[in-house]
């Protein structure tokens, strides 16, 4: 699908619906694909982690996530239609999917909240089949052993959609190298969403969301944890506006600035 310019990447400007109308095509087709929502943290990351801006490029749906982002968009004379971040996605997602009784597998999360989660969208959506779940061990994606076990584990399940639940760069960086490894369909880059559909992290109100501060409320249950992404790391996002202006190919020429028009 075609992407425009955001920064230093580039993103599929859809609805929610066109966004699950679309994974809904590819399921139906058997057309295996990766999906990566991009918010303010990990368009950050990507200035100093030129793969992951790779991984993000290349995927089959590149999402926003954020309304910063779609501030920011704006601005510069490329507005985006709507804020589709991995959470919001999966359920509407699993809506969908279960009236063609499509199965899912959640890998991610600690302890049983992939338990937890799997039989929240049992109990949600009648007509999804939970193919499995795994919380896999801290490290894994760098041991080879237990990366194949938790591989042929997922294959063995033949799951036609898979949530990637282990946080930014790591989930990235493991769906683009296993996404065709394991026998799953559409795979999705899908965050906090385990621990949403398990209950043991709450989400924003939607009035909170819509006004842009979901980020907030989130740094105000963890603040110790999320002080120096939001506050420090996140900021760098200001300077970014100058550098790539209407996109990537003018922060390679040095600056763009913000420009929207000839």
Wanted: proline share 5%.
């Amino acid at each position: 699908m075609k992407k425009q310019a955001l920064l230093n990447t580039y993103v599929n400007n859809l609805t929610m619906q066109e966004a699950v109308r679309e994974l809904m095509d590819r399921l139906r087709g058997r057309k295996v694909s990766y999906i990566v929502p991009v918010n303010v943290d990990v368009l950050v990351k990507m200035e100093t982690d030129s793969y992951l801006k790779e991984i993000a490029g290349r995927a089959d749906l590149t999402l926003v996530d954020g309304t910063p982002l779609l501030w920011i968009a704006g601005l510069l004379g490329k507005p985006v239609k709507q804020k589709i971040s991995g959470s919001d996605l999966a359920p509407a997602l699993m809506e969908e999917a279960a009236k063609h009784g499509y199965s899912v597998y959640i890998l991610g999360g600690m302890g049983d909240v992939p338990k937890k989660a799997a039989a929240m969208i049992k109990k949600t959506w009648k007509g999804i089949r939970i193919a499995g779940f795994c919380a896999p061990p801290s490290g894994f994606e760098k041991d080879e052993g237990e990366l194949e076990r938790i591989n042929e584990r997922i294959r063995a399940a033949e799951p036609d959609i898979l949530l990637a639940c282990f946080g930014c760069p790591k989930q990235e960086k493991w769906v683009y190298e296993n996404y065709r490894r394991t026998s799953a369909i559409v795979t999705i880059c899908a965050g906090a969403t385990v621990d949403f559909l398990a209950g043991t992290a709450r989400r924003a109100p939607r009035w909170v969301s819509r006004m842009g501060f979901e980020w907030f409320y989130r740094f105000l249950q963890e603040p110790r944890r999320l002080f120096r992404r939001y506050f420090v790391d996140d900021l760098k996002i200001v300077p970014m506006i100058w550098k790539y202006g209407p996109g990537p190919e003018a922060g390679k020429k040095g600056g763009g600035g913000i420009c929207r028009g000839r």
